[in-house]
């Protein structure tokens, strides 16, 4: 075979594998176009929410991987709360976005700290991995066998998840690239990434749901990754891995990935044979400037809410909610309000309202009563519809920026049995800015500058919401113009 036909053919085969592997609607980084080398791995990690970067528009994939961003895409990967702030490390603080992260992949074991003389550790974030360094985190991570560079190294060789630097050399020593870091990463999560394929067989479960509803198998372990079929009770599957609460299997003919959580061991018994899967259109995620937001002021006209010191709910609701509208001018998404005068709409008609108006989560502002005797601020969700995990992220994302707001005391996240909420057929979350007769959280509630901020930090919260829940990473483009960064990742 002549040189330059065994060049055409590897690129033939390269454009085919290219077109087996998942797919991404996502934009890409500014400095990742599709020509890049790493661009399909990169953008299938920014579809997951899993990329780290100090930009919201670059990645920097030539510049060096650092331990802190290595651990903290690990840590997404797997799907890890990044909520523990409790300060482990002498150079974390607690105002490092990734320090949950950087906690939960030192206590399992998957990177370690440096012992001080003192007996405390550092973690030192900034410290760049060389490429045996990767090697051993990933085998730590994903649960191989190795327990040192170069055997982790032969074991990613082997699975096909990393290729030497030339002459059999995997390069253990050298410097590790954001770009190639993302290529390893994406392959320990996705077989259909590496350069050999999986020779073992797997072990078969079936899922496991009620006979109404069906199983979306994804092209990634998270929800933000397109759905390319559904599969329906008793199916039996192949189940070859697990990353974090999802596992990657094969299916139909097709491999993708299940959550855990509706698959069984033992085949459901069920009235009938079981059903065949359906495909699905993969690119089922709604444009950016088409999501809606419905925001609700409550009560208004002759229902004014609670009282206090001379303010009404109904009046310092839709004055923020006002407030928030010139918000929403300046993203593509769309905030939509149930009222904006002082009128009455009743629980039902603010619920419908959502569902007329193709809400995409809905919002509703109150403020609190007690006798003057409680203080604080809480957020409810409704824990029996079919939304509840969208409902309960949107009231995390929301209730950590009115903290960070006002900071009064802290009632935190709960489930509400509200017919506001219970009777809403779109991710809702009802948020109680503070005790109107409280005259310390009055003190705040009743300064037009303070609903101001309000109004800021209950967008900020559904920004952050959409950015990290929703996985539309063209949120963060926004951020900048409000003065504002995207929180951590609370859900």
């Known amino acids: 075979m002549t040189k330059p036909l065994y060049s055409v053919l590897l690129g033939l085969i390269a454009l085919f594998t290219l077109s087996l592997l998942p797919t991404t609607t996502e934009a890409s980084y500014t400095d990742v176009p599709n020509t890049y080398r790493t661009h399909v791995e990169v953008n299938y990690l920014k579809q997951g929410g899993i990329t780290t970067s100090t930009s919201a528009t670059h990645f920097y994939p030539d510049n060096a991987m650092t331990r802190e961003h290595a651990a903290a895409m690990i840590g997404k990967a797997l799907q890890f709360s990044g909520t523990d702030t409790t300060v482990r490390f002498t150079d974390v603080s607690s ?28 973690f030192r974030p900034n410290q760049t991995l060389t490429r045996g360094e990767m090697a051993l985190m990933i085998a730590r991570a ?113 491999t993708g990935f299940f959550h855990k959580n509706f698959l069984s061991t033992n085949q459901p018994t ?106 604080g601020q809480e957020t409810f969700y409704y824990a029996s519809n079919t939304n509840v995990d969208q409902s309960k992220a949107l009231a995390t994302y929301v209730h950590k920026r009115m903290q960070e707001a006002w900071g009064l005391r802290d009632r935190g996240v709960k489930r509400g049995n509200y017919a506001i909420l219970r009777e809403n057929t779109v991710p809702s979350a009802l948020a109680e800015i503070g005790f109107i007769d409280n005259r310390t959280d009055n003190a705040y509630i009743a300064s037009p500058e303070r609903r101001e901020q ?8 559904i920004m952050d919401y959409l950015y990290h829940y929703e996985n539309y990473s063209e949120a963060a483009n926004y951020y900048s113009q409000f003065g504002a960064k995207p929180s951590a990742k609370h859900y």
Do not use: C
């Open 95 to 122: 105002s490092n976005t990734y320090m949950g992260y950087l906690n939960e992949a030192a206590a399992r074991g998957i990177i370690n700290g440096y012992k001080n003389a003192d007996g405390t550790y550092q």
């Open 270 to 375: 069920i009235s009938s044979t079981p059903k065949e899967p359906e495909n699905v259109w993969t690119n089922t995620k709604k444009p950016f400037n088409n999501i809606n937001i419905i925001i609700d002021p409550g009560h208004g006209a002759h229902d004014p809410g609670a009282i206090g010191h001379g303010f009404q709910e109904k009046n310092v609701v839709l004055n923020i909610a006002l407030s928030m509208e010139k918000y929403f001018a300046k993203v593509p998404f769309n905030g939509i309000l149930t009222r904006k005068t002082d009128v009455f709409l009743t629980l039902n008609q603010r619920a419908k309202f959502a569902h007329a108006n193709n809400g995409d989560a809905f919002l509703s502002i109150h403020a609190n009563a007690l006798n003057g005797s409680a203080q």
């Open 142 to 254: 994903f649960q191989y066998n190795s327990t040192t560079t170069n055997a982790a190294a032969i074991e990613l060789m082997n699975k096909g998840i990393a290729a030497g630097v030339g002459k059999g050399n995997f390069g253990t020593t050298q410097l590790m690239k954001r770009g190639d870091f993302s290529v390893f990463l994406a392959r320990a999560i996705n077989a259909d990434f590496r350069t050999k394929a999986i020779t073992t067989a797997g072990a078969q479960m079936f899922v496991n749901v009620s006979e109404t509803d069906s199983l979306n198998f994804r092209q990634g372990p998270a929800t933000g990754y397109n759905t390319t079929k559904r599969f329906f009770t008793a199916y039996p599957i192949e189940v070859f891995y697990s990353v974090g609460d999802w596992v990657y299997a094969k299916g139909a003919g097709s």
């Open 454 to 461: 309000m109004a800021r930090a209950l967008f900020l919260g």
